[in-house]
């Protein structure tokens, strides 16, 4: 298999970079005693604390079930609510409904795509105090939402971090730059392993924080909420004999699930981890000629506007377009670059939007949404790409767009 993306190749808007390092990892896990609970899952989980930054990080089956276990370690519970931007992938929202809590769709700047203190305000506006438990801002794309603001501005809420666009970030949360995933200011990280995000596992998921106690809780969650450490035990008839722990014995606090990263997986992560410098100086690289070249093409296409505070690692590069303006459809040019060898995606379409959602919580008036989502384009943006294959996508845009 070719690494390098040829001018014929189709350029899909994201993809995985596998390489011989990566399979001979998966083939050690296979080939020795444990494909699931056992030292590549400790190795991996220290590995990626240690390159975020973080007291604690805890792997687990995918972004969403990470979400899901967050959203127990925080204590939400039935009629909590939790502000979740409007813009992002469906799992933000559906976490906070798995634990019967509401969400509550905040709009976002039209141009960053971020959700910021100013519109977390106005969805939370008229609302009794204390009804409001947590916030789960979304890092977008790979540039990072001012969460300094956030936490002076609500300092009582939970914050539970999605960065499953972020990994290999950094930004600024009041004492210098630090890394997305080093939990600054509290709470939970999250971050996906998807093969389309920065680095692969097939399916899984990272969850980063400094709190002991929502490490254990998210263990917990992971695990079918079992406790195996004598110390810990709330029977201490039934988990000791002669003054001494039962070795078979474990004791369930929690309804948990099994949400675990199998070894399989782990490996495969750990050895990801170790090029993730690599990818996100890719992204960066490609992601700037992008800029350049795109915001050459005039007034009714530009790149998304990047946020302040942050040195972001870039999972999707997006241009914003103004389709009307230029007499098309977003529809027709998607197909038009398709047929071109070059792929492109939406995101996201608004999750209030969404006929669960609606039917819900009725319309939601989110200007900054719908004008972020009327516009927004994925274009290929991937660490095999070289620079010729933006210059290619760019130009065969530009054709398709009559500019
Ligand atoms: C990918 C993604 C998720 C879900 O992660 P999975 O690993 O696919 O479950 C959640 N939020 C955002 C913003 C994502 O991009």
Redesign the pocket.
Known sequence: MNDTASPKTFLPYGRQQIDAEDEQAVLDVLRGDWLTTGPAVDAYEEAFADRVGAQHAVACS??????HMAAIAIGLDFGDVVVVPSV??L??ANAVRYVNADVLFADVDPETGLVGAEQIARAIAGLSEGTVKAIFP?H?TGHTVDIASLRSAFPHLAMVE?A??ALGGEYDAGKGMVPVGSCPLGGITMF???P??TIATG???VLTTNSQVLANRLRWARNHGMVREPERFQNRVMGFENGEAAPWYYEMHLPGYNYRLSDVNAALGLSQLRKLDRFVARRRALRQRYAERIDALGPHVAMQKVAQGCNPAW?LAVALIDFAALGTTRTAVMNALRDRGIGTQVHYIPVHRQPYYAKRYGPLNLPGADAYYARCLSLPLFPAMEESDVDRVVDELADVLKL
């Open positions: 995918s972004g969403t079930a990470g979400l992002t992938f799992a933000t979304v977008l999605d499953c666009h996906s392993t998807h389309v995000k399916e899984g998921g999972h």
